[in-house]
């Protein structure tokens, strides 16, 4: 029973849009229909995470589906170690978005969580797809979903600009992985991902390839100077879009790049790695410096963003073992809390209607419970140990000193201007002398974050639970990374 579960929860989400299409539902019912599913979903992934053996590496609920006329090219699905909390995250945050959309009381309501479930859906199959050319086309898909919600259903004047970029440096990353695929299917006969990583590609085609599939997942972590989409359609997104930007899209650039890059091509893995190195840490300096002088609440969030993934990135090319769990450990966290920052954002911008700094300050008086949640997500942010953000971090650090000291050192100092920043923040809207007067958190709101303060506090505390499924996965991706 468990092993059909892939199918009962991805196929669910079409099967209610269809129902919800022949149905004319009130408003309110709509939410419910689409709240229920998207609570479903996160059930059907808690089941599988029961489930899971973490005592092997290799794909587990394995689903084979309809299957193109061409020889080894097939719709499968399976679970392992990396996809299986890349999944577990996805079906958390989706419910969350629908509940904080609660109020919108718009003619594009439907349309807007028709949105979301197809993106869900989209984001499970590319999570979960074992065979290559299906991982790229959900890869591609999923632009679509994500240019509706920036680009239509955003609320300021440059959305639809905001929207194109982000197509459109995605886009064109991914045509070379594309190129890459199809030489990879006529040389290996197969696009299966356990076929192409048992085959033996000379270390020529590698770096080409390599270069490929690294260049369309850099677009998504984003690393620099790739990167100028992501603060533009974080500051026209709305809030939901904001949160499944920095919680699940980026993922992808970092699943791809453990997965793919280094999974299937090591040798060219550690021919690159200097240089991955160099333009991660830039990167990671840059973009700290950078939101230093950031004067909206999204785009210093946005920023800092992009630093954490950075540092990501530099985490997985240490080509070891420690690295590249932790890296994995720290994108996880980095979508509990990254989308925690974007919602108290929004609900800071839901009553000010503002996002620009210097227009908040002394929300303590006022909003007690807010300043909590948002100080404990501060610090979360900076890696506060019993957050699993520490975890990751410390883990990170460690990797990279063990590689580079000196990207260490310079890595390590840029998340503490980060931690400058970060408090300056808090204590800038926290405290003072109050501007405005708003009303605290509602049930609803709070309801929002709780699940992702558990997550933070408990994946922090029992990190075991997190890294012993992920960890026969990484030892057998490093298997012929030797440094």
């Known amino acids: 029973m468990v092993k059909g579960l892939c199918n009962i929860f991805l196929f669910s989400n079409f099967s209610l849009i269809l129902f919800q299409k022949l149905l004319k539902l009130k408003k309110l019912e709509i939410k419910q229909v689409f709240l229920a599913l998207f609570c479903i979903s996160f059930i059907f992934s808690l089941f599988l995470w029961i489930g899971f053996d973490s ?112 197509f459109f440096y995605t886009l064109f990353g991914s045509l070379l992985m594309l190129l890459g695929i199809c030489y990879i299917y006529n040389v290996v006969g197969s696009s299966i991902y356990e076929a192409i990583h048992g085959f033996t590609l000379s270390t020529y085609e590698q770096k080409w390839i390599w270069v490929s599939f690294f260049f369309s997942f850099s677009s998504k972590v984003p690393l620099i100077p790739l990167h100028i989409w992501l603060p533009e359609a974080h500051v026209e997104a709305p809030t939901t879009g904001s949160v499944l930007l920095a919680g699940l899209l980026l993922k992808l650039g970092s699943y791809g790049i453990a997965r793919y890059c280094i999974g299937l091509f090591p040798d060219a893995c550690l021919f690159f790695t200097p240089s991955v190195f160099t333009l991660g840490l830039l990167g990671v300096i840059y973009t700290s410096l950078t939101a230093i002088r950031q004067i909206d609440f999204k785009r210093l969030i946005a920023y800092t963003s992009i630093a954490h993934m950075n540092l990501v990135v530099l985490g997985l090319f240490t080509c070891n073992t420690l690295g590249i769990h932790s890296s994995l450990v720290q994108s996880l966290s980095h979508g509990f809390v990254s989308s925690a920052l974007f919602l108290s954002i929004g609900t800071m911008y839901d009553r000010g209607q503002s996002r620009i700094i210097r227009n908040y300050s002394g929300l303590s008086h006022t909003m007690p419970i807010f300043v909590s949640v948002f100080l404990f997500f501060t610090l979360a942010n900076l890696g506060l140990p019993g957050t699993s953000s520490f975890v990751g971090e410390f883990l990170l650090l460690t990797s990279i000193f063990l590689v580079s000291p000196y990207t260490c050192f310079f890595s390590s100092s840029c998340l503490i201007l980060g931690g400058g920043y970060s408090l300056w923040l808090f204590n800038r809207v926290s405290y003072g002398n109050s501007k405005l007067i708003f009303f605290d958190v509602s049930k609803r709101e709070l309801l929002c974050v709780l699940p992702l303060i558990f997550s933070t506090f408990v994946f922090g505390i029992q990190t075991k639970i997190l890294l012993d499924p992920i960890y026969c996965t990484v030892y057998n991706l490093c298997e012929y990374l030797i440094l």
């Open 55 to 166: 005592s092997t590496p290799k794909f587990q609920f394995v689903s084979e589906g309809w299957w193109l006329p061409y020889k080894n090219v097939n719709f499968i699905l399976g679970l392992d170690g990396i996809s299986l909390f890349f999944i577990l995250l996805t079906t958390l945050l989706f419910p969350l978005c629908c509940l904080w959309i609660w109020p919108f009381i718009g003619v594009n309501l439907k349309f807007y969580l028709y949105s979301f479930s197809v993106l869900e859906s989209i984001l499970i199959l590319a999570f979960s797809s074992v065979d290559l050319i299906f991982f790229y086309v959900f890869f591609e898909i999923v632009l679509i979903p994500t240019f509706i919600i920036i680009g239509m259903l955003g609320s300021r004047d440059r959305k639809v600009r905001a929207g194109y970029l982000f």
